[in-house]
């Protein structure tokens, strides 16, 4: 139910002021029956305009009572004479028009803005509901991608890539799964600079094999490259940002055989 389109339609102030047909009425109350959010926003209208209502009355001079009295005769009714008029054998309908008052029109407006907030309300909770939502669906994508990615690891075999002559201390990791899929963990290099970005390479019958680039700004620092089969080693060099053909050998930083 979109408690929206009720408060547009008017149906509530309609059926609050009694104004509604019986259909529309009928209608309004099996909704009430099943929906919490119309039969609140129902009762809360009925109770802004009886608290308006009480506010506003106004108790009539004492004088005024008095007046009526004294116009009305509640003596024996006295005996008609004259000629006796006989009464209409049809009957006359008198369309009379029902004017709403001002005060009713002003506490409809009033009630109006009370359920626009009401509704206002209602989207806020459903759209933080959704974004809750949203980033459940998202952080469970992660868990089981990761679920995946240890899986996949403990199926692996891991190759240590270390340091060469003019980078020492430097550390990464290779996982080779049977499959033939490869996941590289750098562990310890330097941030690359600038338009430069660091490849991965497998050795393959004496020759180097691009393994693909390794991507900083992921959140992950496993990552899975390309995939291969026979290597005999892998290695790590600093190339121009997307990669060289052939590695630049001069900046080699870590290898590792298998």
Known sequence: MDIKNYISSGVIEDYVLGNCSQEESSILECVIANNPEVKTAVLEYQQILEEFATKTAITPPAHVKLEL???LDFSAPKEMSGKIIPLQTK?????TSYQIPTWMKVASVAALFGLGFLGYEVNSKNTELEQIAQNNTVLATKVTNLEEMNSMMQNSVKIELKGVANHPNMLADVYWHTSKKVFLEIKNLPEAPSGKQYQLWAIVDGKPVDMGMYSANKASTIQEMKSVTNAKAFAITLEKEGGNPTPTM?????????
């Open 69 to 71: 009295l004294k116009n």
């Open 91 to 95: 009957r006359v309908e008198q369309k």
């Open 250 to 258: 001069g900046e080699m930083y870590v290898m590792g055989t298998i």
